[in-house]
């Protein structure tokens, strides 16, 4: 008899969420992805609300995956090879909190795993990493307009 399959969810900032949406959108193993605000005080925040900096949110994704299809190791290497995550609340030209880098973990062994691939990647830079690791808290979904933004406006 084959085991059932383990459905886990991941929560990411690494910048503006519509790229960060777009690429783990089309990761091994993923089945959705969904846009959105999380890590701050403000219940239910609008993107204008978390623009301002008001909020605490940082743009995020979550990701709901196939463990017997991608591990959470290989979402994390994934994490680190979009972005980078040795600049504080920035991005390329995106500035602010909104877009910082940060993990938030779902599990006891999620935050292990996380701490441990921080600290190996830690090693290929000369600048300190500044990627926050949190417990995953309340996630708000962003505007409809905000999912799946790349492929619907970049017909990708």
Known sequence: MRNKTLILKAAFAAGCFWHVEEVFRKAKGVITTTVGYTGGKTKDPTY?????????HAEAVEVTYDQDKVSYEELLNLFWSIHNPTTLNRQGPDVGTQYRSAIFYYTPEQKKTAIASKEQEQKKYNAKIVTKILAAGDFYPAEAYHQ?????KCRI
């Open 48 to 56: 204008e609300q978390v623009c301002s900096g008001i909020t605490g």
């Open 148 to 152: 799946q933004y790349y492929a619907k």
